[in-house]
């Protein structure tokens, strides 16, 4: 009997193994290559978990499908429905800021593409990872082809990063921009131009969106919290029924939701003379200060009250005491 249990066990060995060896291999990643330059350091980035032992590995998705299941709108705003085409470009967040995001956290806008349209919500390319979807309220629109000239403000990106900026001037086949939102006196930065379809070599055209003044997606605003004008970056709307608010970033890019009512737009252009009173962002916040001088287009050194050293603030980040 052990002389026969031994003749046909290396059978059920080799067998086994066959079956193991026929199993479904792992499918490809069915992620979707980011064309965005790489950011700089996500300062609350959740980074993906990683599969477990034993884990399921799900099979690749289609071209433009979304893969992630994190929830599309985690601060659960009023859906808002944005239909754009596939090849759009947006600001948006990142999928792994938004998984478990809530009011308070960390949230930084990135230049991104959309995929597709699910519903309310859009398809967004992934950064080095897979396609995932994000609700309308959290997006800002950037055009194909803004019609754009030295002076104008602007929101566009460097390193995948959304920034304020003003137009200097256009050299050749470039567009060059002073970054306004840096606490820093910057100097021009020459950003490729072009029509978006045009071939520029390695580094496709830079996207813009020219602000206009008010209470606008991507502009700053001044919001009246207790005895404090706190600065915010507006990004979409978020009103109720009858009530009018805003989803917007706070100091650091903390995520919260403010009353219209609370709000006060702050001038995209700002010409202040040498000498006046002003208000000016300083942490996050806006301090009284007066206007020292203007060394370029969109910048100004301000010299706070009780402060030490003077400051440059840029076009969003400057404006007029408001009156109680």
Known sequence: ???????????????????????????????IAS?????????????????????????????????????????????????????KRVFTFSAGMLDGAKLGSTLVLYAATVVGIEGDDLI??????????VNGSYVIPV??????????????????????????RPIKDKIGVRFTDLDTRSGEVLLQGGKPTAATGKHPPARFVKQVEGLVPGNYAALHRGDEWLHVLLVSPASEGETKR???LGFGGAALVADEADLQPIPTRFTPKIGAPVWAEWVGTLRRGTVQASPDPGLFIVKFERAGRPATVGFGRILSPIEP
């Open 246 to 248: 805003w989803f917007a």
């Open 124 to 133: 967004i390319e992934g950064r080095g990872g897979p396609s995932y979807k």
């Open 143 to 168: 055009p194909d082809d803004a019609k754009i000239r030295p002076g104008d403000a602007v929101l566009t990106e460097w390193n995948g990063v959304l920034k304020h900026a003003v137009i200097t």
């Open 35 to 87: 064309a965005a330059p790489a950011s700089p350091p996500r300062p609350s980035a959740a980074a993906p978990a990683a599969l477990t032992a034993g884990a399921a590995i799900p099979p690749a998705p289609a071209p433009g499908a979304a893969v992630t299941v994190q929830d599309p709108n985690p601060l659960k705003l009023p859906p808002r429905r944005v239909t754009l085409d596939a090849g």
């Open 1 to 31: 009997m052990l002389g026969a249990v031994k003749a046909w066990l290396p059978g059920v060995v080799l067998i086994s193994a066959g079956l193991v060896a026929c199993g479904d291999p792992t499918p490809p990643a069915g992620s």
